[in-house]
């Protein structure tokens, strides 16, 4: 299992920051994925980071404002989210598998096996 923190309320245009965790393994030999659900809607894929030469992908809703990386001295991968929109807002899962692909998207979120908790971020006036 992977361990999230990170999240909370923050005004539109501010920055958060969410990491995962796994509570055992190093997190290098896995890609690691992002995923959100607002209240209402189907569970969508955010960002991504592959397990060769960390090759990052996002979704177009979040490109320019999103940056997922990994802390390998921390064994956690990071999304750092700025000029956050009301859109944003949701609950966000982190998730991890020992996969690879060979297509310009994140794989879909039945590949992934390893989830984390969820966090809420919540963008509001």
């Known amino acids: 299992p992977l361990v999230q923190s990170g999240g909370g309320l923050v005004q539109p245009g501010g920055s958060l920051r969410l990491s995962c965790t796994p509570s055992s393994g190093n997190l290098d030999y896995y890609a690691v994925g992002w995923f959100r659900q607002a209240l209402g809607k189907e569970r969508e894929g955010v960002s991504c980071?592959?397990?060769?030469?960390?090759?990052?992908f996002y979704a177009d809703s979040v490109k320019g404002r999103f940056t997922i990386s990994r802390d390998s001295a921390m064994n956690t991968v990071l999304l750092q989210m700025d000029s956050l929109l009301p859109e944003d807002t949701g609950v966000y899962f982190c998730?991890?598998?020992?996969?690879?692909?060979?297509?310009?998207?994140?794989?879909?979120?039945?590949?992934?096996?390893?989830w984390g908790q969820g966090t809420q971020v919540t963008v509001s006036p």
């Open positions: 998730a991890a598998e020992s996969l690879s692909w060979n297509y310009p998207t994140c794989p879909e979120e039945h590949h992934w096996g390893s």
């Open positions: 980071i592959s397990i060769i030469d960390d090759k990052t």
